[in-house]
């Protein structure tokens, strides 16, 4: 069965420093990753996604992602975090043959000035 | 251009009652997702639509939901005799094409929270 991990319920960051989000994942076959973001009230917003190719992915905002795929992971990165960054973020699979996601429970990021 | 929009972006029922929860995806998006997010909870999956054509339901929690896309544009998500259990946000996603023939990230509207009281 497939499914996703975020270890971290929250995780607080100083402004202007690097962020990380954890995700690992379980999936038969080659996975597709993705980040997504969600503000209060607001709808998941995409940030990035991996399929295939360079293992560190761009996205949206200044984010990036790296997959691994010995450690089965796809961890979240930023070099400087804003205090603006702050929000819920999910990390979510899809199997190559199916078309739905399946999200991990979300890690709320909180930037502090 | 527009993004996917909900209605209504509240709702409350009582026990027992019905309700519709409707969804536009964005123009010319041929996939349609629904999801069931709890609250702290990541987005679960409900169903998802190929224009006019459900093919994957396998997430409905009960023959009481059910879901319709008829013109293969605006898709209801019908609920029926609400339980508590039921109380959650309910999100819609489109997506431009089909996956497997490539891979669409998929842009979902504000979601329409549902209270079951």
């Known amino acids: 069965a497939q499914s996703v991990a975020q270890p971290e319920d929250q995780v607080n960051v100083a402004e202007g420093n690097p962020l990380t989000v954890k995700c690992t994942y379980s999936?038969?076959?080659?996975?597709?990753l993705f980040w997504y973001v969600q503000y209060p009230n607001r709808g998941l917003q995409f940030l990035l996604k991996y399929i295939t190719g360079d293992n560190l992915v761009k996205g949206s905002y200044g984010f990036e992602a790296e997959f691994n795929k010995s450690q089965t992971s796809f961890h979240l990165k930023k070099p400087s975090a804003l205090v603006s960054d702050s929000a819920l973020y999910f990390c979510?699979?899809?199997?190559?043959?199916?078309?739905?996601?399946?999200f991990g429970t979300g890690t709320r990021l909180q930037v502090f000035p | 251009g527009a993004g996917v929009s909900q209605s209504p972006r509240y709702k409350v029922a009582k026990r027992g009652q019905d309700v519709a929860l409707r969804c536009d995806p964005i123009?010319?998006?041929?996939?349609l997702f629904w999801y069931q997010q709890a609250l702290g909870q990541g987005p679960e999956f409900l169903t998802y639509f190929q224009n006019e054509a459900q093919l994957d339901k396998s997430g409905l929690p009960s023959d009481r939901f059910f879901a319709e896309r008829p013109e293969g544009s605006v898709s209801t998500l019908k609920i029926q005799r609400t339980q508590q259990e039921d109380s959650a946000v309910y999100l819609c996603?489109?997506?431009?094409?089909f996956g497997r023939g490539g891979i669409y990230e998929q842009y979902f509207g504000p979601g329409t929270r549902l209270t079951v009281t």
């Open positions: 979510a699979v899809r199997r190559y043959n199916t078309d739905k996601l399946i």
């Open positions: 996603a489109s997506s431009e094409r």
């Open positions: 999936v038969s076959g080659n996975p597709y």
């Open positions: 123009s010319g998006h041929v996939s």
